[in-house]
């Protein structure tokens, strides 16, 4: 199986479009090189694992931001809205695995799904959890991960059996240590959740547009200070800054695949003044525009 770079692609509302693996082996393994592009807002049904090769990121997911290292890693849940960004430049690499739980459970009948995937999926304290090589269980964990991945850079003859075995480690682990005491959300939980999602959608469906506070409130049916705090405690920044994040991160992309020039691409992401552009750019990826252009179409 090929090691694949990190290239999110979601619909309006954040899911990840991406397709990981195939029917008949439903896992892929990234390299992550935040170098190149941070890792953006977005959710899918798959488990996600990883393990930090190097530098540092910042991960935010379900109510929590953490800043993890080299040797430390993380688990997402299944649905659960997460974005990793290497706030510092520190040339952060991640080798990740995404993988449908189906790959370890089997069929939904089947005693190792019943007794160990589904609750893992079901447990909402569980939404992420951040791995420690100072934890011995979490080190066994990292170790599955990184061995999981390894056997899918490989691609040898067989490595289907070690990419499983390994999963189904890190799978046990996480039941084996993961609070069993049931955990309803609370309404609040709920409700944010689902005025996050709405407000996602309006701003991904019209980024490229002039768009005020009012209008991504309004998307959502609440007020402008309730947009603030929920964009402030779900996501842990204003409505507007991530808007111009994403802006950002889809003229990046336009800027390896689409024909259109620099300025062309700048006015259909919603940036009417080119200096402005130019230095947001540069503020999120450490080049210019031009530059970023060069160097990916080189690197390709």
């Not at 850079?153 to 039941?175: A, D, H, I, K």
């Amino acid at each position: 199986m090929a090691i694949s770079e990190c290239c999110v692609q979601t619909n309006s509302q954040g899911q990840e479009l991406t397709r990981h693996g195939s029917d008949s082996f439903p896992v892929a393994c990234y390299q992550d090189d935040f170098q190149i592009m941070n890792v953006p807002w977005h959710w899918h049904t798959e488990w996600e694992a990883v393990r930090i090769h190097s530098g540092s990121c910042t991960v935010v997911a379900g109510q929590q931001k953490r800043t993890l290292h080299a040797g430390e890693g993380f688990f997402i849940n299944s649905g659960i809205l997460h974005g990793c960004w290497d706030e510092d430049a520190t040339g952060c690499v991640f080798h990740s695995l995404v993988f449908h739980p189906r790959l370890v459970g089997g069929s939904l009948d089947s005693a190792i799904y019943q007794n160990y995937v589904q609750p893992v999926m079901e447990n909402r304290t569980l939404e992420w959890i951040s791995l420690s090589p100072e934890v011995p269980w979490q080190q066994d964990a990292l170790d599955a991960i990184e061995a999981a991945w390894q056997a899918c850079s490989r691609n040898e003859p067989g490595y289907e059996f070690n990419v499983r075995s390994s999963l189904s480690r890190l799978t046990l682990r996480l039941w084996q240590n993961m609070p069993h005491t049931p955990y309803q959300p609370t309404a609040k939980n709920f409700r944010d959740a689902d005025r996050i999602k709405s407000m996602l959608s309006f701003l991904h469906a019209h980024y490229g547009d002039t768009v005020t506070i009012s209008q991504i409130a309004a998307a959502a049916s609440i007020g402008e200070s309730e947009c603030l705090r929920c964009f402030r405690s779900s996501i842990g920044t204003t409505p507007i800054q991530y808007l111009k994040q994403y802006r950002i991160r889809q003229a990046a992309g336009l800027m390896l695949y689409s024909p259109l020039s620099i300025s062309e691409i700048a006015a259909s992401c919603g940036f009417q003044d080119m200096s402005y552009f130019t230095k947001s750019f540069r503020d999120a990826y450490g080049c210019t525009p031009t530059q970023y252009r060069k160097k990916e179409c080189r690197s390709d």
